[in-house]
């Protein structure tokens, strides 16, 4: 039995995975979100591409089967399984600006962005480096006139989704800290490596 790591609500972690890994992000009670970027641990300019990813994939909605993408063209992670089957890849991590720009709120309030930094600061990732998240079990509706609109997720507890490292890499993972993203509440997201069996 892997060894269950929790993310308490609204904060983060980070850690490397070796090319095979199998990290496995569950969602423990339901409707909570979790931001994730990666970095090639050999050189963290090449990161996730949300951009590339939907290019490479024809497809705006990212699960089982999938692979995600470098900035560099380079698979990163492949989804094998995918137990609610929506994700996504459209929207920036929340930040301090997030909330005084869309929820007219002045005061501080935690975010994904700044949980990204403070725990992947350790292995040399500046903000300035942190790109656009895969938003695990987030639901981005859109519709024909352009228009997205951020619905609760329709994750339930236990769902979860998991990836193979494609190459070794640096994991930044969150429980997302936006209301709107998560149903208007905050709990906790759990994770799991599986080491490769190579």
């Known amino acids: ?18 090319k095979g890994d199998i990290l496995k992000v ?3 009670e339901g409707e909570q979100v979790s931001d994730m970027v990666l970095f090639n641990a050999k050189d963290l300019r090449e990161k996730i591409s949300s951009g590339k990813t939907l290019d490479f994939e024809e497809n705006l909605l990212i699960s089982k089967g999938n692979f995600l993408w470098s900035n560099r063209s380079q698979k990163m992670m492949k989804i094998l399984e995918d137990t609610n089957g929506r994700n996504d890849f459209l929207l920036a991590p929340c930040s301090p600006e997030t909330f005084q720009i869309m929820y007219d709120n002045q005061n501080y309030h935690p975010s994904c962005f700044e949980n990204l930094i403070r725990n992947l600061s350790p292995f040399g990732i500046q903000p300035d480096d942190i790109p656009t998240a895969f938003n695990i079990f987030m639901n981005v509706q859109f519709f024909e006139n352009g228009k997205l609109s951020v619905e609760a997720p329709t994750s339930k507890a236990g769902d979860y989704v998991s990836f193979q490292a494609q190459m070794d890499l640096v994991v930044g993972l969150t ?11 905050f709990k906790p997201i759990h994770y799991s490596i599986s080491p490769s069996e190579k």
């Open 175 to 185: 429980a997302c800290s936006a209301e709107d993203s998560n149903n208007g509440s």
């Open 1 to 18: 039995m892997n060894k269950i790591h929790k993310i308490e609500i609204q904060s983060g972690a980070a850690f490397k995975l070796k």
């Open 26 to 28: 569950i969602d423990p």
